[in-house]
Each structure stands twice: as C-alpha cells, then as structure tokens.
C-alpha cells in the first residue's frame, strides 16, 4: 500500500506563474490536508477537504489559493500569480473517515518563487 | 485556538538521557496526538492517546493526559542521537465533522551523541 504521495518534489517558479500541487492519498483514504510550513516553523494548516467537497478552507489566503479533491484523481492545490512569500514546503495528509484515525503525510513539495 | 503549544521550543540533551515535552490546548478534545518531523520531511504519526485515557506507552514512548489541566506530556526514554527532530502535539477537538488538525511550533529536541 502505497503511502501519500506528492509531486512534484520540488517546483520552480517565476513571479506570477501558476503552481499546481497535486497529491494522491493513501488507498481508502477519502480525506486530504493540506499545510504549509516556512523554515523554523511548525506547519500552518491551509484546507480541509473531503472527496468533492471543501470542509474546511479557513487557513486558506482569500485570493490566489484554491484547493479540490474531485471524485476521480488526485487533489490539486492551486496557486495563482505566484509571488516570492508564497516560497515554502507545502505538505498534503489524508485519513480514514473517522475522527480516532491519524494522519498520513506525504514528503511535501518545496515551492521556490524566483 | 485548536492548536496545541508545545513547550519548550528546543531542547537540547545528551544521548542516554530522557526527554520531557509539554503541550497545553484550550478546547475538549476527543483525542491528542503526537507527530515527529525529521529535517525538510513530512510528520510521522507516533501515538494517539483518548480523552478517556490518562497514560499510553510506545516502545521508548510515554504519553500523558490530563484533560482537567487540558494538557499533555511526550516522554522519550534512553534517547538516541536519531530522536533528533522537532515534535508536535495536535488536540483534535471534540464533537462535529470537522476533523482537521492543527499543529503549533513544535518542540525542537537535539540529542547530542
């Protein structure tokens, strides 16, 4: 059984370029986290979701960042007209449905904004 | 705030020795949890322990609760230079169908060979 898996590892991007992170759960997994990490930090928590359907976006920035997980496929984390701030470790987790169930994380994606 | 604060921010120790992390919430919880982050790595799950628990044990492992104080401890027993690593606590709150969790700055243990 495969564990989470995020790519790419590592992205390059110019200033207003799109970013899309993907990341595939763990095998009967129906729900995926997404966080953000900046160096010496811990990990800020961005979006919730389950499958189609956001339950949680309430770290997420008001513009620029979307979040899916559709019925088919991996969820997709979006970031639009990239800036330098948004350079950081992005890093995808997902869980059974239940709430006594621990989280599953993927080796993240190191976004770099030039 | 759903987070845990986990205290001390770093601690730094010699191998052999044991280690001590605290982490206080502020809501109910249905269960608290303890993950490690190795250097540029995703979190590793290390134990759950329920509301209605008061001390859990893995391997080298001890976790405690105590829900009336809303607070938790991470003991590592006979440290080893590869427990080096920051760690977390995250409450996941009670009630609802929310099951985010949410994660503070962790504990930064060094453990010097």
């Known amino acids: 059984n495969a564990g989470v898996m995020q790519n790419p590892r590592h992205l390059v991007r110019r200033r207003g370029q799109e970013a899309r992170l993907r990341c595939s759960p763990m095998?009967?997994?129906?729900?995926v986290y997404w966080y953000r990490q900046l160096p010496e930090e811990g990990l800020k928590f961005m979006v919730y979701?389950?499958?189609?359907?956001?339950?949680?976006e309430s770290g997420m920035p008001k513009e620029r960042f979307s979040a899916e997980f559709p019925k088919e496929g991996p969820s997709i984390l979006r970031i639009q007209q990239v800036v330098r701030g948004d350079s950081a470790a992005y890093f995808c987790?997902?869980?059974?449905?239940?709430?006594?169930?621990?989280?599953?994380f993927g080796s993240g994606t190191q976004l770099s904004v030039l | 705030s759903q987070q845990g604060e986990e205290d001390p921010q770093a601690l730094s120790i010699q191998e052999g020795e044991n280690a001590t992390m605290n982490c206080s919430y502020k809501?109910?919880?249905?269960?608290l949890q303890w993950y490690r982050q190795n250097s540029g790595r995703g979190l590793v799950h290390l134990i759950l322990?329920?509301?209605?628990?008061r001390e859990k044990h893995s391997g080298r492992l001890r976790v405690t609760l105590d829900t009336s104080k809303k607070s938790s401890s991470l003991l590592i027993t006979a440290s080893r230079a590869a427990d080096t690593a920051s760690y977390f606590c995250?409450?996941?709150?009670?009630?609802?169908?929310?099951?985010?969790?949410?994660f503070g700055k962790g504990t930064l243990l060094t453990v010097n060979p």
């Open positions: 987790a997902s869980s059974p449905p239940s709430p006594n169930e621990k989280l599953f």
């Open positions: 095998k009967g997994h129906s729900h």
């Open positions: 979701l389950q499958k189609e359907n956001i339950i949680d």
């Open positions: 809501t109910s919880i249905n269960n």
């Open positions: 322990i329920r509301s209605n628990e």
């Open positions: 995250a409450p996941r709150i009670l009630g609802g169908s929310n099951y985010k969790l949410t």
